[in-house]
């Protein structure tokens, strides 16, 4: 019995699925702070080119001259 305990507490194969949880939580983690960080900014940036997109075709359709 006292050999089963000492083998049970020297062993790690659980203590390696923890960390690779940790570490996929962290990288998720991070992935979507990204995200965040970056759909601000694109979702700006997608805009301003659906603009000009739109008003280039309206001056292409009106005979008007596109810079």
């Known amino acids: ?8 507490r020297k062993d ?3 203590a390696v699925t923890v960390d690779w949880v940790v ?5 998720v983690g991070l992935a979507i702070a990204a995200m965040s960080a970056i759909g601000t900014s ?6 301003a080119v659906g603009t000009e997109i ?3 075709g309206d001056a292409a359709t009106s005979g ?3 810079p």
């Open 1 to 8: 019995m006292i050999n089963f305990i000492k083998n049970f």
């Open 12 to 14: 790690e194969d659980g």
């Open 23 to 27: 570490l996929t939580a962290a990288v």
């Open 42 to 47: 694109t979702d700006t940036l997608t805009t």
């Open 54 to 56: 739109t008003g280039a």
């Open 64 to 66: 008007g001259s596109t």
